[in-house]
């Protein structure tokens, strides 16, 4: 199966063989960094706690959001707890 990416052609195995690379350089690296974010309780408007969001600081992109990475670590096994 081919993808278009940019103008130029490549495989599908391609792209998740140079993802994969750039997340293992990613994590040695320690490229991934959390960002915190308030909760709040819409019945009350009160604080209801923190979640956190897992993003990764790209050497060449601007910060990625989790659903462009995160299921190549998972489905590499480098998914961290």
Do not use: C
């Not at 350089?25 to 490229?31: C, S």
């Not at 019945?43 to 209801?48: D, H, L, P, S, V």
Request: no cysteine; proline share 5%; aromatic share 8%.
């Amino acid at each position: 199966m081919k993808m278009k990416n940019g103008g130029k052609e490549s495989t599908t195995t391609e792209n998740l063989t140079e993802t994969s690379s750039e997340l293992a350089n990613a994590l040695e690296a320690n490229e991934f960094f959390l960002v915190y974010q308030p909760t709040i309780d819409l019945q009350t408007n009160a604080f209801a706690g923190v979640e956190s969001l897992l993003r990764w600081r790209h050497r060449v992109e601007e910060s990625s959001i989790p659903r462009k990475f995160l299921p190549e670590l998972e489905r590499t096994g480098q998914s961290f707890p």
